[in-house]
């Protein structure tokens, strides 16, 4: 079966400091894979998506950029954190091939940016 | 973009009631997933459903695509049903599987 993992689980960062959050993916091949953000409990919101290794699509401009290195591998990352940059932030994939495939989560990474 | 409104934002039972959620889409699509928020944050998935009627056990969901809408039953509910319920669509073409989030109903289920 197929697993998602994401770490840090919890992460307090200052402002200007550098972010790293990675998220793999087990027990499938070529996933297609997502990174969202939920802002104060509500309403999650798409950042970026790949669908390959190396194929990144920027959803809204904004502070992150995110990079696949590997097939079940999806990173996101900034150079200088903002305070703006605080939320939940959540890793998904979901089969490649068809856009209506079901759609699965990662446990997700709190990050508080002070 | 395709907007998704859920009703209602916030929903306060006593346990053994029945709730209805709603979610309703802008456009067409083809992909719809009910989720439900623990409170540890976790996206626990209840129904992939972009058309018709399924049950999984106290819960069932119906999609009636051609009028843009799906509805999330919790029957007999439990203190265990509390968190946050997301509904999420997708559309199609060249969507890549993107959903779009409706912000949430909100869930209390008092013992």
């Known amino acids: 079966s197929q697993t998602i993992h994401q770490w840090p689980a919890t992460l307090v960062q200052p402002v200007g400091s550098p972010l790293s959050l990675e998220c793999t993916v087990e027990?499938?091949?070529?996933?297609?894979l997502y990174w969202y953000r939920q802002a104060a409990g509500r309403g999650l919101q798409l950042l970026f998506y790949?669908?390959?290794?190396?194929?990144i699509s920027s959803e809204v401009p904004q502070n992150l950029s995110a990079s696949r290195p590997q097939d079940r591998q999806f990173i996101l990352s900034s150079k200088k954190l903002l305070l703006s940059d605080s939320g939940f932030y959540l890793c998904?994939?979901?089969?490649?091939?068809?856009?209506?495939?079901?759609?699965?989560f990662g446990p997700g990474t709190r990050l508080t940016v002070l | 973009g395709i907007q998704v409104e859920q009703s209602p934002p916030d929903l306060i039972l006593q346990e053994g009631a029945n709730s209805t959620l709603r979610c309703n889409f802008s456009d067409s699509v083809n992909n719809l997933q009910w989720f439900h928020q623990n409170p540890w944050g976790q996206l626990i998935n209840l129904f992939y459903i972009p058309s018709g009627t399924k049950q999984n056990g106290r819960l069932s969901a119906t999609t009636v695509a051609t009028e843009r809408y799906s509805l999330l039953y919790i029957s007999s509910s439990q203190t265990t049903d509390s968190g946050v319920y997301f509904c999420a669509v997708g559309a199609g073409g060249t969507s890549y599987g993107k959903l779009t989030f409706g912000q949430g109903t909100i869930l209390t289920v008092h013992p």
């Open positions: 998904a994939w979901s089969a490649s091939g068809f856009s209506y495939n079901e759609q699965f």
């Open positions: 027990g499938t091949s070529n996933p297609n």
């Open positions: 790949s669908v390959g290794i190396g194929q």
